[in-house]
């Protein structure tokens, strides 16, 4: 894969600026996170795979054909099992290995023959990740790939995405969970739409806020991690809409959700 360039990318849609002075070089085998909405984020796979023109702005070094992008709410085939779903697009791609050697390296070798409709969140989530690997793009983007994930999840899923990578895959994901792309990434962006995006060094950073901070600029906050039955979600005081008291339970209301 060689070097892809955003420079200077301004997405008008609707009326609606959705990216501006967005600047960003992704070199080969390059192991990014950004930091944005999942509207955001939408928008800017679909200008890498080129579906959509940029309004303005410069992009060099893309391959449509070689980038495959998973969305977090990724639909699949529900009657079909592992095995038949991941045949099909060993057929259409020049994936030779035998599936069932790398079936255990996503964790899924067990569930082989189950139907997907009765794999959990955390297998489906790994399904998609073997499924793009299996199709073996140059660029990979992911959106949000540790949301509502069990702990059990998150760590088979990372061990998932390790082996993606060592086998070349060029790996892009975005989330508004600083806390998930901490766990995900080694180059950390966040994207704002009145500045573009800036490069985050979680210890400058950390480290500036016990020395001092300022009304003009707010302290960074963390994600906090919290148990919903047996998952576990981020979410950041900030996005907190409401707390309100049912039957005697303090209820969070978290960007719309409950």
Known sequence: MQ????SNIFKQQAHQTILKDFTLT??????IGIQMSHVEATTLFNLLRQTTPQTSGVMTGLTPARIQTIFHDDGFYPQLTVSTY???????????????????????KDV???KIKHLSFDQ???????RAFILQPDLLLIESPLTNLTNA?????LAALAYTREHG???????YSLEELVLTSTTIFRYRPNRGLELTDLATE??????????DTPRPIFKIASKVEDKTVFFSPNEIDFIESVNGVSQLNVSGKQ
């Open 3 to 6: 070097t892809i360039q955003l």
């Open 86 to 108: 991941l045949k099909t697009f060993q057929h259409i791609s020049t994936f030779e290995t035998d599936l069932d050697d790398i079936l255990q390296y996503f964790a899924l």
């Open 206 to 215: 950390s480290s500036s806020d016990s020395a001092h901070t300022s009304e």
């Open 153 to 157: 999840g998150i760590e088979l899923y």
């Open 169 to 175: 895959v060029t790996v892009l994901l975005t989330s």
């Open 112 to 114: 082989a023959h189950t």
């Open 26 to 31: 992704i070199p080969a085998q390059s192991n």
């Open 124 to 130: 489906q989530q790994r399904l998609a990740l073997l």
